[in-house]
């Protein structure tokens, strides 16, 4: 069986849309905050755990392919100067990008994470389930009741015992219910919505056909970057053409983000498209790391009033298998500290996170002249770099990534042992998400954050809470900062209780 009914779109369609483009219909949209391009054309690809790949369009300087190697960068001028605290360059002529096609033979399919010492800790931590008359949770893939075909997928992507956020939002997905659900990086939420859905399509059975001249996907999930919406094609590998009448579920994946940093509007503008179904007759479901109290609010929009809300362990705050280390780095000191600490560690994979695009240019190609294997990820850089980038990163030839938070949520790259914070993020939950990058599925990793007391005190007050929650060791200079900065509204705790995300219908 290879249905054809999920779409995945890192922004909805664009009425501007290019009607002449012959690459038209052929995958999905980009465009909006981070990475997103207006003009840019919906496309179409196929399967279950299908053959085919998006095309992206954008904008750049030419369309050339570039390792790097010291100086310079290619631009493809992705718009908007919200990509995670990005600043917009000046825009090139516009190119068009067609990703290669990803492997064909079983073992690339269905390759996957080896679980890391700590990963049956995730049996201990707390579930908090708020709503009414929500499902039980169910202990293994088999309660779910799932067919044949997938519970065989499932074995075959090494999927042997549920994690929390898998427990309880499968059955409710199942079950109908709309949701919203906060569980560290790191804890399987992209299978958590995944396998229910297509256990739905797969036991309703599929209606769409390669042959029919429109394409209805009965599935959108839509995420906030290029990256994060093709590693969830290589989970699902199906993809079909646009037509919303028959959209039964609507996911937002790093919801937060997709409510928020310029994304909102795009949303508000895909749930009023025509023929999409009001809110209660689909399924909205809503998953993250983080859902601050006014992303909650602004959610209610798009979920029915009756949604269940499920919150696993210390949410909102760091992951645990996570040591975190804040050193006091002033601001013309970084460099030199950076390439000590980088010294140290030797060839281990390590990402690390700068504010800027031209930055995270700028400190790659210092890195290079230091004779330190380094790649760079953005905004600016052309898709077909970003994929080499992170090719480059994941196979070890460049064992250094520096990234704008364009890399800083939901991107899964295996043995990342360091995140380097050279620059502090402007809010505590990107803080969350960067260093989540590293202890996933188990594994234990570290995260290095450089202080800066001239731009970073702001920080100081949540900074030590997300500390303190995960039993990081707090330094006696951090505690004092963050005691003499006032910041308005913020508490440093959550309403007394253990979850630091919570419904805030409560």
Same mark, same amino acid.
């Given at each position: 069986?290879?249905?054809?009914?999920?779409?995945?779109?890192?922004?909805?369609?664009?009425?501007?849309?290019?009607?002449?483009?012959?690459?038209?219909?052929?995958?999905?949209?980009?465009?909006?905050?981070?990475?997103?391009?207006?003009?840019?054309?919906?496309?179409?690809?196929?399967?279950?755990?299908?053959?085919?790949?998006?095309?992206?369009?954008?904008?750049?300087?030419?369309?050339?392919?570039?390792?790097?190697?010291?100086?310079?960068?290619?631009?493809?001028?992705?718009?908007?100067?919200?990509?995670?605290?990005?600043?917009?360059?000046?825009?090139?002529?516009?190119?068009?990008?067609?990703?290669?096609?990803?492997?064909?033979?079983?073992?690339?399919?269905?390759?996957?994470?080896?679980?890391?010492?700590?990963?049956?800790?995730?049996?201990?931590?707390?579930?908090?389930?708020?709503?009414?008359?929500?499902?039980?949770?169910?202990?293994?893939?088999?309660?779910?009741?799932?067919?044949?075909?997938?519970?065989?997928?499932?074995?075959?992507?090494?999927?042997?015992?549920?994690?929390?956020?898998?427990?309880?939002?499968?059955?409710?997905?199942?079950?109908?219910?709309?949701?919203?659900?906060?569980?560290?990086?790191?804890?399987?939420?992209?299978?958590?919505?995944?396998?229910?859905?297509?256990?739905?399509?797969?036991?309703?059975?599929?209606?769409?056909?390669?042959?029919?001249?429109?394409?209805?996907?009965?599935?959108?999930?839509?995420?906030?970057?290029?990256?994060?919406?093709?590693?969830?094609?290589?989970?699902?590998?199906?993809?079909?053409?646009?037509?919303?009448?028959?959209?039964?579920?609507?996911?937002?994946?790093?919801?937060?983000?997709?409510?928020?940093?310029?994304?909102?509007?795009?949303?508000?503008?895909?749930?009023?498209?025509?023929? #999409?179904?009001?809110? *209660?007759?689909?399924?909205?479901?809503? /998953?993250? @790391? %983080? =859902?601050?109290?006014?992303?909650?609010?602004?959610?209610?929009?798009?979920?029915?009033?009756?949604?269940?809300?499920?919150?696993?362990?210390?949410?909102?705050?760091?992951?645990?298998?996570?040591?975190?280390?804040?050193?006091?780095?002033?601001?013309?000191?970084?460099?030199?500290?950076?390439?000590?600490?980088?010294?140290?560690?030797?060839?281990?994979?390590? #990402?690390?996170?700068? *504010?800027?695009?031209?930055?995270?240019? /700028?400190? @790659? %190609? =210092?890195?290079?002249?230091?004779?330190?294997?380094?790649?760079?990820?953005?905004?600016?850089?052309?898709?077909?770099?970003?994929?080499?980038?992170?090719?480059?990163?994941?196979?070890?030839?460049?064992?250094?990534?520096?990234?704008?938070?364009?890399?800083?949520?939901?991107?899964?790259?295996?043995?990342?042992?360091?995140?380097?914070?050279?620059?502090?993020?402007?809010?505590?939950? *990107?803080?969350?998400?960067?260093?989540?990058?590293?202890?996933?599925?188990?594994?234990?990793?570290?995260?290095?954050?450089?202080?800066?007391?001239?731009?970073?005190?702001?920080?100081?007050?949540?900074?030590?809470?997300?500390?303190?929650?995960?039993?990081?060791?707090?330094?006696?200079?951090?505690?004092?900062?963050?005691?003499?900065?006032?910041?308005?509204?913020?508490?440093?705790?959550?309403?007394?209780?253990?979850?630091?995300?919570?419904?805030?219908?409560?």
């Amino acid at each position: 069986m290879r249905p054809r009914n999920l779409f995945l779109t890192n922004s909805p369609e664009s009425s501007n849309d290019c009607e002449d483009n012959p690459t038209r219909n052929r995958g999905f949209s980009k465009r909006g905050d981070n990475d997103l391009d207006p003009d840019e054309c919906m496309q179409r690809t196929g399967g279950l755990f299908g053959s085919r790949r998006p095309a992206l369009s954008g904008t750049g300087n030419g369309d050339t392919s570039q390792s790097r190697s010291g100086s310079g960068s290619e631009r493809d001028s992705w718009k908007s100067e919200a990509e995670g605290g990005e600043s917009s360059d000046t825009q090139g002529p516009k190119v068009t990008y067609i990703p290669p096609p990803p492997p064909e033979d079983e073992d690339s399919i269905f390759a996957h994470y080896q679980t890391g010492i700590n990963f049956d800790k995730y049996d201990t931590i707390l579930v908090e389930v708020s709503g009414h008359d929500a499902p039980p949770a169910i202990l293994t893939f088999e309660e779910a009741n799932l067919c044949q075909t997938l519970n065989n997928n499932i074995t075959k992507a090494g999927y042997t015992k549920l994690t929390p956020v898998q427990k309880y939002s499968i059955p409710i997905i199942l079950a109908g219910r709309d949701l919203m659900a906060c569980a560290q990086t790191g804890s399987g939420k992209t299978a958590a919505f995944l396998l229910p859905i297509l256990a739905h399509m797969m036991h309703d059975g599929i209606t769409a056909s390669r042959f029919k001249e429109l394409q209805e996907p009965e599935c959108i999930i839509v995420a906030p970057t290029r990256e994060l919406v093709n590693q969830i094609y290589l989970e699902a590998r199906k993809f079909s053409f646009i037509g919303l009448k028959q959209i039964k579920y609507l996911v937002l994946d790093e919801a937060d983000r997709m409510l928020d940093m310029g994304f909102g509007p795009e949303m508000k503008k895909l749930i009023s498209c025509p023929g #999409m179904p009001s809110k *209660e007759q689909r399924q909205t479901l809503m /998953f993250s @790391a %983080t =859902f601050p109290e006014e992303i909650q609010r602004l959610a209610a929009e798009f979920l029915k009033s009756n949604y269940l809300f499920v919150a696993v362990g210390q949410v909102g705050g760091a992951c645990r298998d996570v040591q975190q280390t804040v050193l006091q780095v002033g601001q013309f000191s970084k460099r030199e500290k950076l390439v000590e600490i980088l010294r140290n560690i030797g060839d281990e994979r390590t #990402m690390v996170f700068v *504010e800027t695009k031209k930055k995270a240019d /700028f400190i @790659a %190609t =210092f890195l290079c002249q230091e004779k330190i294997s380094t790649t760079s990820i953005h905004g600016d850089r052309e898709q077909r770099e970003r994929e080499q980038a992170l090719g480059d990163f994941r196979c070890g030839k460049c064992p250094v990534l520096v990234a704008t938070s364009v890399a800083a949520r939901g991107l899964d790259i295996e043995n990342v042992q360091h995140v380097i914070n050279f620059d502090l993020p402007s809010t505590i939950d *990107e803080y969350v998400h960067r260093i989540g990058r590293t202890g996933r599925c188990g594994n234990t990793g570290r995260a290095i954050s450089f202080f800066d007391l001239e731009s970073d005190n702001h920080l100081a007050q949540p900074l030590v809470k997300v500390l303190t929650d995960a039993q990081q060791d707090v330094p006696a200079w951090l505690e004092e900062i963050a005691f003499s900065t006032y910041i308005p509204g913020f508490s440093g705790s959550t309403r007394g209780n253990v979850f630091a995300s919570v419904d805030t219908r409560k």
